[in-house]
């Protein structure tokens, strides 16, 4: 039975990050390869990350601003330093006070460059931190200030699993970080790690060496201690992962194994593992906090699953590749891309209902949704855009260029604004207030709800 597994805190307990070789932050330049788009969904006809990156150099926008940045500290750097503004990097106006969402346009802000990422994901933590997850590309992850945009810490995917006390494991392995789920006070991050790779057969998108392939983990980050500080064990590949709005179950799709594992974050131990087809991804979970929905992407099913019964029961064959789902603020309306039939699907999240469908851009894979839950901001992978799309008519409001492969986007609510993942090295970040954000020429005041002081 998996459990969580927390660092020991006696005074004879290794902790992981001594064990961690500091050449390997010396030779994060270096692209590991031998994972076509490192997720399952390819780079431009088969190209890697690497040669990506080697072409970016970033969005021109045809909006204003578009300031380039350099990200302030390599990630190559020490993975300890951690700016001591940590967390306090969310100074904002109130965001009650921001226009409607599906009434601003985007404005590219800037676009960073020289920060070591080569991002699958980037993620909000609400709270002044951003977290992108570098997968094989750059095997870390990296933490930027919201407001500084500076890089504060760089944290590789080594953990010692005989100080974790990991069962069915032994020594120091390696893992892949692909997505994240913060808590609510941002203080914790549940990063899934795309394999093991001093364990078993090598993982890749196809699956190719089956039960070879090791159950993986997801690993915890704590904002105060700055290193992860607890392991999961789950299944093949993990990809996404969630939190129950209460955060008393954290659910990850297992890519190479057709199944989600549901976890009891108090106890670490696994409630259920639920079937579903052939390559699952996106998950939400209702308010109720017992009901779920996840994608079987390679199957093109969209499955409802029940939490407290541990089964699934497919809601509707989707169209080509579902990969991403965002629920509203409210709870009621589901939105999903169809990543291979260049759509979004908007639906009811009681009944499942399909109530609209609307085209998107080439291959739309990420998506988030606003604060007000008016707007949806939608990543077009072979369109390298993002994309605005009204929640509640599913009409275009807005499309900015963005970098080599957007592939990740993230809400910031403090800020207003847009980040967006590109898997050509680059981050941008886009104002969605129309200038009334901090950071776009809004009055700022210091946030007292910050993590990480």
Same mark, same amino acid.
Request: charged residues 20%; hydrophobic residues 35%; glycine residues 10%.
């Given at each position: 039975?998996? !459990?969580?597994?927390?660092?020991? /805190?006696?005074?004879?307990?290794? !902790?992981?990050?001594?064990? &961690?070789?500091?050449?390997?932050?010396?030779?994060?330049?270096?692209?590991?390869?031998?994972?076509?788009?490192?997720?399952?969904?390819? #780079?431009?006809?088969?190209?890697?990350?690497?040669?990506?990156?080697?072409?970016?150099?970033?969005?021109t926008a045809s909006t204003t601003g578009g300031a380039e940045a350099t990200g302030g500290a390599e990630a190559g750097g020490s993975q300890d330093t951690v700016a001591e503004s940590q967390g306090e990097g969310a100074p904002s106006v109130d965001p009650a006070d921001f226009p409607a969402s599906n009434?601003?346009?985007?404005?590219?802000? /800037?676009?960073? =460059?020289?920060?070591?990422?080569?991002?699958?994901?980037?993620?909000?933590?609400?709270?002044?931190?951003?977290?992108?997850?570098?997968?094989?590309?750059?095997?870390?992850?990296?933490?930027?200030?919201?407001?500084?945009?500076?890089?504060?810490?760089?944290?590789?995917?080594?953990?010692?699993?005989?100080?974790?006390?990991?069962?069915?494991?032994?020594?120091?392995?390696?893992?892949?970080?692909?997505?994240?789920?913060?808590?609510?006070?941002? *203080?914790?991050?549940?990063? #899934?790690?795309? $394999?093991?790779?001093?364990?078993?057969?090598?993982?890749?998108?196809?699956?190719?060496?089956?039960?070879?392939?090791?159950?993986?983990?997801?690993? *915890?980050?704590?904002?105060?201690?700055?290193?992860?500080?607890?392991?999961?064990?789950?299944?093949?590949?993990?990809?996404?992962?969630?939190?129950?709005?209460?955060?008393?179950?954290?659910?990850?799709?297992?890519?190479?194994?057709?199944?989600?594992?549901?976890?009891?974050?108090?106890?670490?131990?696994?409630?259920?593992?639920?079937?579903?087809?052939?390559?699952?991804?996106?998950?939400?979970?209702?308010?109720?906090?017992?009901?779920?929905?996840?994608?079987?992407?390679?199957?093109? =099913?969209?499955?409802?699953?029940?939490?407290?019964?541990?089964?699934?029961?497919?809601?509707?064959?989707?169209?080509?590749?579902?990969?991403?789902?965002?629920?509203?603020?409210?709870?009621?309306?589901?939105?999903?891309?169809?990543?291979?039939?260049?759509?979004?699907?908007?639906?009811?999240?009681?009944?499942?209902?399909?109530?609209?469908?609307?085209?998107?851009?080439?291959?739309? &894979?990420?998506?988030?949704?606003?604060?007000?839950?008016?707007?949806?901001?939608?990543?077009?992978?072979?369109?390298?855009?993002?994309? =605005?799309?009204?929640?509640?008519?599913?009409?275009?409001?807005?499309?900015?260029?963005?970098?080599?492969?957007?592939?990740?986007?993230?809400?910031?609510?403090?800020?207003?604004?847009?980040?967006?993942?590109?898997? $050509?090295?680059?981050?941008?970040?886009?104002?969605?207030?129309?200038?009334?954000?901090?950071?776009?020429?809004?009055?700022?005041?210091?946030?007292?709800?910050?993590? $990480? $002081?």
């Amino acid at each position: 039975m998996a !459990r969580l597994h927390r660092v020991h /805190e006696s005074a004879d307990a290794v !902790r992981p990050r001594a064990l &961690r070789p500091a050449a390997a932050l010396l030779t994060m330049g270096l692209l590991l390869t031998g994972c076509a788009g490192a997720d399952g969904e390819q #780079t431009e006809d088969g190209q890697s990350a690497a040669a990506a990156t080697a072409q970016d150099g970033g969005a021109t926008a045809s909006t204003t601003g578009g300031a380039e940045a350099t990200g302030g500290a390599e990630a190559g750097g020490s993975q300890d330093t951690v700016a001591e503004s940590q967390g306090e990097g969310a100074p904002s106006v109130d965001p009650a006070d921001f226009p409607a969402s599906n009434t601003t346009g985007l404005t590219r802000m /800037e676009t960073l =460059k020289g920060t070591g990422v080569v991002p699958k994901s980037v993620v909000s933590n609400q709270h002044g931190l951003m977290i992108t997850n570098n997968v094989t590309y750059r095997h870390n992850v990296v933490l930027f200030d919201t407001e500084t945009r500076e890089v504060v810490q760089a944290l590789d995917d080594t953990v010692d699993t005989d100080a974790m006390g990991i069962e069915g494991l032994s020594g120091v392995v390696s893992g892949a970080p692909v997505e994240a789920a913060w808590t609510q006070d941002g *203080r914790f991050a549940y990063v #899934t790690q795309y $394999g093991l790779y001093d364990v078993g057969a090598e993982p890749d998108d196809n699956c190719t060496a089956g039960s070879a392939i090791a159950p993986s983990l997801v690993y *915890r980050y704590s904002v105060e201690e700055k290193d992860w500080d607890a392991a999961y064990r789950v299944g093949r590949v993990p990809k996404y992962v969630a939190l129950s709005p209460d955060e008393s179950r954290l659910l990850v799709t297992n890519w190479c194994d057709s199944n989600m594992t549901v976890l009891d974050t108090a106890s670490g131990e696994t409630e259920h593992t639920i079937p579903l087809d052939t390559m699952p991804r996106g998950i939400v979970v209702l308010p109720d906090n017992k009901t779920a929905y996840a994608t079987a992407m390679w199957a093109d =099913k969209l499955y409802r699953v029940d939490l407290e019964a541990g089964t699934s029961e497919v809601v509707m064959h989707t169209g080509k590749n579902p990969r991403h789902l965002v629920l509203s603020p409210d709870g009621k309306t589901l939105y999903l891309t169809l990543s291979g039939a260049d759509q979004i699907v908007k639906l009811d999240a009681e009944t499942g209902e399909v109530l609209d469908s609307a085209p998107a851009g080439d291959e739309p &894979r990420s998506m988030d949704i606003s604060t007000d839950g008016t707007a949806l901001y939608v990543v077009n992978y072979y369109d390298s855009t993002l994309t =605005k799309i009204d929640a509640e008519t599913l009409e275009i409001i807005d499309t900015a260029p963005a970098g080599v492969h957007a592939v990740g986007v993230t809400y910031d609510e403090p800020s207003g604004e847009v980040w967006v993942a590109n898997y $050509g090295g680059t981050i941008d970040i886009y104002d969605d207030t129309d200038g009334v954000g901090p950071r776009a020429g809004g009055t700022a005041k210091a946030s007292s709800d910050t993590a $990480g $002081g």
